[in-house]
């Protein structure tokens, strides 16, 4: 798959990535998989590790400000 951005290639990757969940919660994931551009920093998120995403999100405790979650599919 190309980039859109640069044209560069796609590659498998992990990083972490912060998500914010709330107005004052914010969730870093660490460990996630994600395809990385080999030639600039877009990356993009697959639907099934999204769905995930979602689900890891949406069990965050009420007046958490910030968490660090390791990501398991």
């Known amino acids: 798959m190309k980039c859109a951005v640069c044209g560069g290639e796609f590659c498998t990757a992990t990083t972490d990535l912060p998500f914010?969940?709330?107005?004052?919660?914010?969730?870093?994931l660490k460990g996630l998989p994600v395809?990385?551009?080999?030639?600039?920093?877009?990356?993009?998120?697959?639907?099934?590790?999204?769905?995930?995403?979602d689900e890891i999100l949406a069990k965050v405790e009420a007046g958490t400000e910030l968490e660090i979650v390791r990501y398991a599919a």
Do not use: M
């Open 20 to 28: 914010k969940v709330s107005d004052t919660a914010i969730v870093i």
């Open 35 to 53: 395809l990385q551009c080999a030639g600039c920093p877009e990356y993009l998120i697959e639907d099934e590790v999204l769905r995930r995403v």
